[in-house]
């Protein structure tokens, strides 16, 4: 069983393109995340969520929205994509905020 | 700013014992944590530290000097799987994981 799962693993796309990528957990946590892995290996937070707070990195573009439909999912969702979003993306779960994250396997968006 | 700093990579032979460091920077802290990267892989944990001292665990151990900032994974009887990047990270005052460039360790025969 994956406890954290993602889907795409990978996704080419063009400019300008919307897309989404699916996170879901089996663990019963109550936290999940989104990160952005660059080329230079910085992992950086996007996005957490529990189910009374989302909490947004405010360096984060608007066209970047995350969207639960539910406590075992966090979907992630951008418009109008640029170059720059290339990255490897993660989703995590933890059970509380103190406590260690699950990575889901990564999905590689490459921006053409 | 918040900072985390680690060395970018190092090298050590099967067998043998290294030790990487970390020191932070943050507003606030919330406990401190290290993950194992494989290339091409997702981060996964390795040990968490929110009071000084050392905790101890298989071939791992990790240190915590909240004083100091300063924390370093050791990681003794080296394998070749253990070849990876090695993430530190600090959870500041609002619980938000702050991560470092991580630590590139190549185990050689």
């Known amino acids: 069983d994956t406890a954290v799962s993602q889907t795409p693993k990978y996704l080419v796309t063009q400019m300008g393109n919307d897309k989404s990528i699916k996170c879901e957990q089996n663990l019963g946590h109550d936290t999940m995340y989104w990160y952005k892995q660059d080329s230079k290996k910085f992992l950086k937070i996007m996005f957490s969520?529990?189910?009374?707070?989302?909490?947004i990195n405010e360096t984060v573009p608007n066209r970047f929205s995350p969207k639960s439909p539910d406590k075992a999912h966090l979907n992630l969702h951008i418009n109008s994509l640029e170059l720059g979003d290339s990255a490897v993306y993660f989703c995590a779960s933890s059970l509380t905020e103190n406590t260690e994250a699950f990575f889901g396997q990564g999905t590689r968006l490459t921006v053409v | 700013g918040q900072n985390i700093d680690q060395p970018t990579e190092m090298t050590a032979t099967e067998g043998a014992i290294v030790q990487i460091n970390c020191t932070y920077q943050t507003s606030g802290f919330n406990g401190l944590f290290w993950y194992q990267q494989h290339a091409g892989e997702a981060p996964t944990f390795l040990s968490y530290?929110?009071l000084d001292g050392l905790e101890e665990k298989g071939r791992f151990s990790s240190f915590l000097s909240r004083s100091k900032g300063y924390s370093y994974l050791l990681l003794k009887e080296l394998q070749m799987k253990d070849s990876a990047s090695y993430l530190c990270a600090v959870k500041d005052s609002n619980y938000q994981l702050i991560w470092g460039a991580g630590t590139k360790l190549i185990i050689k025969p």
């Open positions: 530290n929110v």
């Open positions: 969520y529990n189910n009374k707070e989302l909490i």
